[in-house]
């Protein structure tokens, strides 16, 4: 299995401390001991299985809005979008929970041409205010007559947005774009008359659900 970069000093941190807690158990043999060692070896497991980063396939092209995140679809709405989009924009809301891929990834072909970072709150990320007070990470994306922008949104527990986009730079559809670590939200904003190909309570699966679809232009 594939692991995020990111994730590589935790899961050997994980990795370490269940280790020593099995040596532990073996050379004292009481049982609190080996409660430890069974705790830590669960917890490293489920550090590796938080940072998993499988390969992602799916329907393409260049209409197709494709979802940046594994999650539930928590919001679907019409909103201003004044940092990018430069107007009313269609927005749909991802969550991810602590046991989601959080690995994002583009959902259209094109060239980043706006990269911002906002400082704010941790606030449930599943609630409609966090789009507008929480720590929050903006990439847009210029693909032909298309303006999207993607917005990372960190949570509750979450206290570190990457994002690997650089202004100038040509991304394509489905490759990673960053990640947020421990439970976040993932906001994907595009025009107005876009057929969204998802509903709200609905599982998307970064890379490969469809969310939209964009209007001849």
């Known amino acids: 299995m594939k692991f995020a970069r990111e994730g590589l000093p935790f899961i050997a941190i994980g990795a370490v401390l269940a280790l020593v807690a099995t040596w532990w158990a073996f050379r004292r043999g009481a049982?609190?001991?080996?409660?430890?060692?069974?705790?830590?070896?669960?917890?490293?497991?489920?550090?590796?299985?938080?940072?998993?980063?499988p390969e992602r396939s799916g329907e393409r092209g260049d209409r197709v809005v494709i979802s940046p995140a594994d999650g539930k679809v928590v919001l679907i709405t019409e909103v201003d979008e004044p940092a990018f989009i430069h107007g009313r924009a269609m927005r749909v809301s991802i969550f991810m929970n602590v046991f989601s891929v959080h690995v994002n990834r583009y959902p259209i072909s094109g060239t980043v041409k706006y990269v911002q970072y906002n400082p704010g709150k941790f606030l449930n990320a599943a609630v409609e205010k966090s789009s507008l007070e929480n720590e929050q990470r903006s990439v847009g994306i210029e693909s032909g007559p298309y303006r999207i922008l993607v917005r990372q949104i960190a949570g509750l527990i979450a206290r570190r947005i990457v994002t690997y986009s650089r202004e100038g730079e040509r991304v394509e559809q489905g490759e990673r774009m960053g990640l947020i670590r421990f439970g976040s939200r993932v906001d994907v904003f595009m025009p107005t008359d876009a057929t969204i190909r998802v509903k709200v309570g609905e599982l998307a699966i970064a890379g490969s659900t469809p969310v939209a679809e964009l209007p001849p232009r």
């Open 31 to 53: 049982w609190p001991f080996w409660l430890l060692a069974v705790v830590m070896i669960v917890v490293a497991v489920w550090v590796a299985y938080f940072f998993r980063d």
